[in-house]
């Protein structure tokens, strides 16, 4: 006997694409008045040409989909290169910058950090402003931070050869207040905190991936879906993203176009079993 075929979410309710990924999707960027904020401050940094931009947040709040999106968009003259560093050495980091600028690296340091300022070297004569964009720093250890200051003391003329963003949870910022770190410290011009997202924005978040995603999206009993969501997520959109596929999910199960508060009780109930939420203080 033929086993029935598996249905997907996308297939049952005609997704151009997956609204609720727990991957990082920059198509799905909503724009909520913290993003904004902290788009307008990436501009203002890029007009200094200097120093350096640093980005906490806790996980699942939107810091790597900011530099994604940043690092894609068409800016004229401006060369983005986006690194993620997860618990590198100080030798790992240069050769996996030497990658980022699609160079082969070299065996030594000293040889991929000269690869390194030759690279930004040309592209400054040539016009180009170059930013290295470092995601998860947080993971790195102390020794290998402190390699930043010599990356940073590059320079060309009067200007640096690039400019570097850092991205982390908020704990970057107690490993830049090492003494040994001042250096790094020293050269932060701005700094963005990304929080999660307000109990009245939740329910526009929602509705604004499903208009992106096209096809013929479910009813959901909207007038407080977005409370009881936030009640559940404390506003973290990756939180969300996990209540909302579940329920697209059991939709598809039990062929649902339109989903009632019952169904979001067995999924919230579901994902609590799993221990897959977290705890909120009320």
Do not use: W
């Not at 724009?31 to 806790?58: E, N, P, V, W, Y």
């Not at 003391?153 to 003494?179: H, Y």
């Amino acid at each position: 006997m033929t086993a029935p075929a598996l249905t997907s979410i996308e297939e049952f309710y005609q997704f151009s694409s997956p609204p609720f990924r727990l991957t990082p999707d920059p198509h799905y960027i909503y724009q909520t008045q913290s993003f904004i904020h902290a788009k307008r401050t990436l501009q203002q940094f890029i007009t200094t040409d200097d120093g350096i931009l640093l980005i906490d947040a806790q996980p699942g709040l939107g810091k790597t989909i900011l530099l994604q999106h940043f690092s894609e968009l068409p800016l004229t003259k401006i060369k983005a290169f986006f690194i993620q560093c997860f618990n590198l050495s100080s030798d790992e980091l240069f050769e996996t910058i030497v990658f980022a600028l699609h160079l082969k690296p070299e065996k030594t340091k000293s040889k991929n950090l000269m690869l390194i300022s030759l690279y930004c070297k040309r592209l400054r004569k040539q016009g180009f402003h170059p930013i290295l964009i470092l995601d998860e720093v947080n993971s790195l250890p102390s020794e290998t931070l402190k390699e930043l200051g010599s990356l940073m003391s590059i320079s060309l003329s009067k200007s640096p050869l690039f400019q570097l963003i850092l991205s982390g949870t908020p704990q970057i910022n107690d490993s830049l207040s090492e003494e040994s770190l001042q250096i790094v410290k020293d050269k932060i011009l701005h700094r963005i905190s990304l929080g999660p997202l307000k109990r009245q924005e939740v329910q526009a978040y929602i509705d604004h991936r499903l208009a992106l995603s096209g096809g013929n999206p479910p009813t959901l009993p909207s007038q407080k879906a977005g409370d009881y969501l936030f009640r559940f997520s404390g506003g973290v959109p990756r939180i969300i993203n996990l209540i909302i596929y579940r329920l697209l999910l059991l939709g598809t199960q039990e062929k649902k176009h339109e989903l009632a508060f019952i169904d979001f009780h067995k999924v919230i109930h579901e994902l609590k079993n799993e221990g897959l939420l977290p705890h909120i203080k009320s």
